[in-house]
Every structure is written in C-alpha cells, then in structure tokens.
C-alpha cells in the first residue's frame, strides 16, 4: 500500500470537525480507534502483533527461519496520541511511514535478516495524564509504575481506571529489559517542528540531539471574593502573581536564549464576577543545556515566590516531568547518513527543542531519528503540515535505513 493510501486511512481518526485539530488522547475512544488502525495495518501486512506489558503497541516483520541467530532487532515508530487539537503529522507520520517503509522494501523483494518492529507509543505528548512520553518512560524504567497508575486527568480519572477501561492491564506496567535488549537499533521518524530543512532546502534530516526540557506546575492560591465589592488593597487575587510569572518566564528565556512557556492555565472556581480562589499554570521550559534550564526555571520560580508574597498569595511549585539533554548515537547517526548519501539523499543533521520517544529509548539503546521537512514549522497545531512528495521521501529514506541495518 502506497503511503497517501496509508495516512487517509488515519487521517479522519480522532479529528474535531470545528477546529480541524486532533484529540487523540490516552485510552479513549479516539485512541482506542487509533489503536485499532494499528491492530489492523499489522494483520493486513501479516506482521506478528504485541502489545508490550506497559501498552505500547509493536508489530514485527520478521526474517525467515534460518539456521543462525537473527540478531538484534531493528525498530521503528513513533505516537499516535496528540496535544490538545494537535496536527496530523507530529507521531502519525512517523508510524504511518513505517508501515509504508516495510511496503515499499517488500515491494522489492527485499527479505530482512533481522527483525524489523513499527512500534506506537501512547502518552507522549502527556496531553491526558501529564508526563510526556510516559509509554516510553515506562517500557525504559524512567518512570516509576506505582505513581504512574495513580496519575489523574483533568477529570479526576485516574491513569490505572483508563487503562482498564481500554481493556489493557495496569498491573502489567513496568519496564521490558528482554525486549529492548533484543533491539539493536531504533529510529524513529518524525515532522519537522521547525524550519531548518525549508532553509536549507533538504527534504529530510537527521537528529543530532534534543535540548534538555521539562514540565513545572505551579499552584497559586489566594481568597475567593467579590469582582464588584472588594477593595484592591483587601485582595488576595492569585491571578496578578501568575501574570508577573508569564511575563518574567518570557524576560528570563530572553536572556538565557532558551525556551519558556505558560500554554495550560486553570483558574478556580472561574466566576467571572468573583477573584478566583486558585490559579493552576503549568510552565514548559527548554534550553541548549541543563545548567541553563535549571538557572533559567530558579529564577521564573523566584519571581513566583516574590509576586506571591507581594499580594498575599501562596505558591507551590511541582516538577512533573523532566528529560535531560539527549545525544543520539554518533556511530548510528553516521550510519544513516552514509546509508542516505549513496542513494543520493543529503540529510543535514539538526538539534530540536521537541521531546520524542527516541529520546527516552537513546538512554538504553543505539536510537537515531529522521526529520521530514515542514514549510512553516508549525507543529503542535492544526495547520502543522508536510509536503506529500516530502512524506514520500521521508518513507524512501526510512526504508533505505531500515535496509541498511536489517539487510544481510
Ligand atoms: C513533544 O512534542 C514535546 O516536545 O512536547
Ligand atoms: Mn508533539
Ligand atoms: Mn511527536
């Protein structure tokens, strides 16, 4: 099946018809369809399909029967979960064109001598239960599964109930160390989020790391009144020290030429006519290295602590994930590169700022990733885009990578 054939057939899954933008969020219905999709696309092309015991889904094209052993695994994949009316590409893209990639090189008779695994990772955008890459960090042992299970949404659910709401067992999580060591490399594909490859006119480009990031809430409370009798000096309005915390989050990025972000606020109860008794921010933070992140997130925190005092407010501050700088393996990536390069593709090799699955598994395995060109580099949006020529070249790169390692 030809890649366009492959990503219509997702393409409508989880959609929201008013803004375009996907809810592909863990263990409801959307997902679940999604996950069916996948199911479907395995058996469809014969390939043997297992659900790891933290819920991420695999499906294995295996080599013939032979006398030796097949050796370490090749995978592939990425998520199929997506942030709040998120774009089509960012995960999708990644798994739609595995499965293309094993299409393409069956097309021409090409027979792996080890095997070849598309895999789909659920939570990674943390869009449901908070904690980015949690089907990763799970199947690693970065994330512990007694808190995991008692992670809620924003409905009160907790991540244990939806699991077994979506048939799947919470008891089973936990990480797989005889799977990934059976796995000697893994490469994920993925949209760009950014427009380095529109500059530098290549269709596709390869990671050379991701920038240390991480997740803080934080929780401003104050006294709940009346918008029309109090007076400002009897205020304790929690929604002023967040303000000041937007703004010396954006000062304090400047300076450090990093990255911060307040794009998930609550406020509680939320009267319009009443000072809100809470405000719950969560800050997203990014830097080029850890003692930037940690000196520029010290100093957003600092500036909370000292608004909150200066209007009487209490703040608490929670970190609720965090991935450290990650190098992607030199030997592997210069592996792809040569591969790409005598087929006549250039890939440049790119840093990002965006969090990814392979960047969980980098921590125990060879990992490596492709980029496919994005015009805008709009992502995490409905209008995130890719050329349909580019995604094609994107799948002709993996499987030439996937052929490089999983040939003979
Ligand atoms: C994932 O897309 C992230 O970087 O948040
Ligand atoms: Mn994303
Ligand atoms: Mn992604």
Not at 73 to 93: E, R
Not at 200 to 207: C, N
Not at 339 to 346: K, S, Y
Request: aromatic share 6%.
């Amino acid at each position: 099946m030809g890649f366009a054939e492959l990503w219509d057939s997702l393409l409508p899954l989880g959609r929201d018809p008013h803004t375009g933008g996907y809810r592909r969020f863990s263990f409801t219905a959307a997902d679940a369809a999604c996950r069916a999709w996948f199911c479907d696309h395995a058996a469809q092309r014969s390939l043997r399909l297992q659900t790891d015991r933290s819920g991420n889904l695999w499906a294995w094209l295996d080599p013939p029967p032979g006398p030796g052993p097949a050796g370490p695994a090749v995978a592939t994949g990425s998520h199929l979960d997506s942030v709040p009316d998120g774009g089509a590409y960012d995960g999708p893209l990644g798994v739609v064109s595995g499965f293309a990639a094993i299409d393409l090189l069956r097309a021409r008779g090409f027979v792996p001598s080890r095997p070849i695994a598309v895999a789909a990772f659920w939570e990674e955008e943390g869009g449901r239960f908070g904690v980015a890459c949690l089907g990763s960090r799970l199947l690693t042992g970065a994330a512990a599964p007694p808190s995991a299970r008692e992670l809620r949404d924003s409905g009160g659910t907790s991540l244990a109930e939806a699991m077994a709401g979506a048939g799947l067992d919470p008891g089973g999580l936990g990480p797989d160390d005889e799977r990934l060591d059976s796995i000697g490399a893994f490469v994920e594909l993925h949209v760009e989020q950014g427009r380095a490859l529109a500059g530098l006119g290549a269709a596709v480009g390869i990671a050379e790391g991701i920038w240390p990031h991480g997740r803080w809430r934080l929780d401003f409370t104050g006294r709940a009144d009346h918008a029309g009798t109090t007076r400002l000096a009897d205020r304790r309005d929690p929604m002023l020290p967040y303000a000041a915390t937007v703004l010396a989050a954006r000062r304090a990025a400047a300076e450090h030429a990093a990255l911060a972000t307040f794009g998930k606020v609550t406020a509680e109860p939320g009267a319009a006519n009443a000072i809100c008794s809470a405000v719950r921010a969560w800050l997203d933070a990014r830097a080029p290295d850890e003692a930037t992140l940690h000196r520029m997130v010290e100093q957003i925190e600092a500036a909370a602590r000292q608004a909150a005092a200066e209007h009487g407010v209490e703040v608490g501050v929670r970190l609720e994930s965090f991935t450290p700088r990650v190098e992607f393996d030199p030997g592997l990536r210069d592996r792809l590169a040569a591969a790409l390069a005598r087929r006549g593709i250039t890939a440049p090799i790119l840093p990002t700022g965006a969090g990814h699955d392979a960047g969980i598994l980098a921590a125990r395995l060879p990992t490596a990733m492709l980029f496919v060109r994005n015009p805008s580099g709009v992502s995490h949006s409905p209008a995130e885009y890719a050329d349909p020529a580019d995604c094609e070249a994107g799948v002709t790169a993996l499987a030439a990578v996937l052929e490089e390692l999983a040939g003979p």
